[in-house]
């Protein structure tokens, strides 16, 4: 319906015939000029998004398994084009690099760039050692190249796209991972009258389908399609069974140990046999900041001026690469090429990142062949040198936020809350108003904050995927607890405590407590406040409350007490849910607040919650 009202021209990416035509229109069109592909380009990148975010919101009973595929195919027929494009608009300027020539070095140099790409393309023309380095003063890119490099008809394009379209695909859609609300019925089915016991657990654990490893689902990479269609539990759900699994194991968490230990250990085993020391573990380290195609390319043949002729030798091969190293060196060591790279203004990058190479064969990020690797935090560049040219991307830990120090939730006023993540490197507050959330600050010491980031409302689901593009990752995902030490909790006390914190926000505040750790992993233990101001809580103010999913008290003993204590407050009683435990302590006032909430609220405050896991990773 969307799409139907905006009536700009552009296809429906849903259908077919729609998104065919509109690629084979753009394939038959010989304009190659590069700002034209530049703009078309933004209209692809849209249509990229549109699918991608149909893939994650649509629920998995609403999308056939045709569709899923025909949206991945429609996805990497679209990214594919657009590079060919950009392939096709950087020929066309070399053919008239002389056009673009420096009047001191005498060589072609050009940056264009818009908010999706920048584009730095470099002619040898003149073909001398002095010239063998350039900085691109627009984009403050450069390079260095050997003496070879640099007597040759050679170019060098530095092509940075700000999106990444290169990472395999199950990355790019499980970078913001589907968050499902378990209903009261699923959960009573988990939970039955008690909390289950452990060797319940395990039971259970062996008797769902082993989950496939990172390895697994991607051995072959974006290219495949198919690969993609088979792990669809990285983007949602395949049916009903899955489901249930995926909500247990991935969204609560359940613990390494409760699975069947010869399902571990074959999965252990086929993880080794796949990986080795450059090969870069994604669900550790993620691309932030884009990806830049670093290329050396053959210079075609330039026209002539011959009396009022202009005059040039049409070659039908397309671009061709430069090779490097020479095929003749028959493995003799050959000059390094030293790249400089100016860092994303719209990243923040917490610690030095890592420079990864990709390798299309076999269709993963590498960090052999990048060496002396010199990261200027002021400067905000990074040099490196590297054996050959190629397409690169600058990672950073995908969990260097995490575990959390503190978090806050406060209510602001009606159907509002403010969320607070303190981590090591940073204070992250997100304000929440009815169905909406966004950014009100990143307070990071020395460095600064994107503004692009704050000060924008939108769905949880837009706001996860920007904070993660700007490497601001707060959103533990499927394989976190592997490489964060997590304080583990039931699934049935955790997600529960999460709901019911959500249907009094508007009313009470919550906050993280030392005595969580102390508490196993069958309770969870936070600070509970009224608080109907827009005020901070004071300390006096904060009460400590142990839940188990089944079961809210009231402690008597506080967040400054020598030692941690199950004993309730006197005159307090057991209550099944956090809501009727509050009612006991809670003014007239503060209860009203609660039943007038909306539940478009209450449903975002729990969406956060559930997707930052404040409970677990803090």
């Known amino acids: 319906w969307e799409h139907y009202l905006s009536c700009d021209g552009s296809p429906d990416p849903t259908v077919l015939q729609e998104i065919n035509t509109f690629m084979s229109l753009w394939r038959e069109d010989q304009n190659e000029d590069i700002q034209l592909v530049m703009e078309k380009g933004e209209q692809v990148l849209n249509l990229i998004e549109k699918l991608q975010f149909l893939l994650l919101d649509t629920p998995p009973n609403e999308i056939t398994e045709k569709e899923t595929v025909q949206y991945q195919e429609s996805i990497l027929e679209l990214q594919n ?11 066309h300027l070399l053919k008239t690099a002389n056009m673009y020539e420096d009047s001191e070095t005498g060589n072609m140099q050009a940056v264009i760039k818009d908010k999706n790409v920048t584009f730095c393309i470099w002619a040898n023309l003149k073909k001398k050692v002095r010239f063998k380095n350039h900085v691109f003063c627009d984009a403050q890119h450069g390079f260095d190249l050997p003496k070879s490099l640099a007597v040759s008809g050679v170019a060098v394009r530095i092509l940075h796209t700000h999106y990444d379209h290169v990472s395999p695909l199950w990355l790019q859609c499980q970078s913001v991972p589907k968050l499902e609300v378990l209903d009261s019925k699923e959960l009573t089915q988990h939970s039955k009258d008690n909390v289950e016991e452990p060797e319940e657990e395990e039971k259970k654990a062996r008797e769902e389908p082993s989950m496939p490893t990172a390895e697994e689902m991607c051995s072959d990479g974006r290219k495949s399609a198919s690969l993609c269609r088979e792990n669809r539990d990285s983007i949602a759900d395949i049916n009903e069974t899955e489901e249930e699994t995926e909500k247990k194991s991935e969204i609560l968490d359940i613990p390494s140990q409760v699975q069947d230990p010869l399902m571990q250990e074959e999965k252990n085993e086929k993880k080794e046999a796949i990986t080795d020391e450059n090969i870069v573990d994604l669900q550790q ?8 195609h670093i290329d050396a390319l053959q210079l075609p043949p330039q026209v002539k001026q011959i009396k009022d002729w202009s005059m040039v030798e049409l070659l039908d091969v397309g671009l061709e690469a430069y090779p490097y190293p020479p095929e003749e060196a028959e493995g003799a060591p050959c000059p390094p090429i030293q790249i400089t790279l100016r860092l994303s203004d719209n990243v923040i990058y917490f610690e030095g990142p890592v420079v990864a190479r990709w390798d299309p064969a076999g269709q993963q990020w590498r960090t052999d062949g990048i060496s002396n690797v010199t990261y200027e935090t002021q400067e905000k560049s990074i040099t490196f040198e590297m054996d050959a040219f190629y397409t690169i991307a ?6 260097c936020n995490m575990p959390y120090r503190a978090w806050e939730l406060r209510p602001t006023g009606m159907d509002e809350a403010l969320l607070v993540v303190t981590t090591v490197f940073a204070t992250i507050q997100i304000q929440i108003k009815g169905n909406q959330c966004m950014l009100s600050s ?4 020395e460095k600064d904050v994107p503004s692009h980031l704050t000060g924008k409302w939108t769905s949880p689901l837009d706001l996860r995927a920007v904070l993660k593009k700007a490497g601001v990752n707060i959103f533990p995902g499927e394989y976190s607890h592997k490489y964060v030490s997590v304080n583990k909790k039931a699934p ?13 926000a508007s009313a009470f505040a919550f906050a993280w407590s030392k005595w969580n750790l102390e508490a196993g992993q069958e309770q969870v233990v936070f600070k509970v406040s009224e608080h109907l ?12 409350y142990m839940f188990d999913g089944q079961k809210a008290q009231k402690l008597k003993m506080t967040e400054t007490s020598e030692a941690f204590s199950e004993e309730l407050e006197d005159d307090s009683e057991f209550h099944s849910t956090l809501y009727h435990m509050l009612k006991d302590y809670a003014s007239k006032e503060a209860i009203d607040k609660v039943e007038a909430a909306s539940f478009l609220f209450i449903d975002v405050v729990y969406q956060l919650l559930l997707a930052t896991r404040v409970l677990t990773y803090s």
């Open 81 to 91: 084009l657009l590079h060919q494009k950009y392939n096709g608009a950087t020929e």
């Open 285 to 292: 380290f993620v691309p932030v900041g884009g990806v830049y």
């Open 394 to 399: 600058l990672l950073q830990d995908a969990h």
């Open 442 to 445: 990143v307070a990071v010491e």
């Open 492 to 504: 049935v006390a955790e997600v529960r405590a999460y709901q019911q914190m959500a249907l009094v």
């Open 533 to 544: 101001k827009a005020d901070f809580v004071k300390d006096k103010d904060w009460s400590l």
